[in-house]
């Protein structure tokens, strides 16, 4: 049987890229607000700005019931004690859930729900899913010492909401303890 081609899509795992995806790359300098201590965020940026994530997506359409998808890497490292992370997100469709997919490396999914402000720390384990119902606000760290690779699939409504979450902030946020990685209220949340 003959694939049609454009239904069909191969991906690099290693460097984490769809065929004829769209790349966004984002670096330290991109996630200016979201780490607690904004000293030794200053002081790591001054070293240097590096790749924190980026992610290959595809849009295949935009009509009710489409798809979109991606592949996301996120690399291990820390500002002071508090973990790489994405930016985070609600959906501008609050009522758009999605579908992790992990594929390498150690990490979490933070979950805070916008009205009841209910709050999980998702382990996020190669070989595992994690299922990110609508209304909640949602950002993946990076626990371990590898990049963490998963792909996302969610509704082509869905869109992406990141002023809220600039203008409120997460309230918890993922930081090293000698027994490992714990979620903790931030400090800074008004
Ligand atoms: C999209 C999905 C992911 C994120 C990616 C980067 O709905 O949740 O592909 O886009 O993890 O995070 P962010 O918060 O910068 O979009
Ligand atoms: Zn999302």
Redesign the pocket.
């Known amino acids: 049987m003959k694939h049609l081609p454009e239904l069909h899509s191969q991906f690099d795992l290693s460097e984490a890229r769809i065929d004829r995806g769209q790349l966004v790359e ?1 670096r330290l300098s991109d996630l200016a607000g979201c780490f607690e201590d904004e000293d030794s965020f200053a002081k790591s940026l001054a070293k240097g700005n590096p790749l924190i ?1 980026q ?1 290959s ?1 595809q849009e295949p359409g935009n009509g009710l019931g489409d798809m979109h998808f ?1 592949i ?1 890497m996120l690399m291990p490292g820390r500002i002071g004690d508090e973990y790489y992370l ?4 609600l ?1 501008e469709s609050r009522e758009a859930a ?1 579908v992790y997919i992990c594929l390498s490396g150690t990490g979490a999914m933070l979950l805070e729900h916008e009205q009841t402000g209910d709050v999980q720390l998702v382990p996020m384990t190669s070989h595992s899913f994690v299922y ?1 119902p609508g209304y909640t606000a ?3 760290v990076n626990t371990g010492i590898e990049p963490l690779r ?1 792909i ?1 699939v ?1 509704p082509a409504n ?1 869109g ?1 909401d ?1 002023q809220t979450i600039a203008k409120r902030g997460f309230r918890h946020r993922v930081v090293a303890t000698t027994d490992g990685p714990q979620l903790l209220l931030r400090e800074s949340h008004s």
């Not at 994405?86 to 997100?89: A, L, R, S």
Request: cysteine-free.
């Open positions: 984002r994530y992610v997506s991606g996301g994405t930016k985070g997100h959906h999605e990110v949602h950002r993946t998963y996302g969610y869905a992406h990141y």
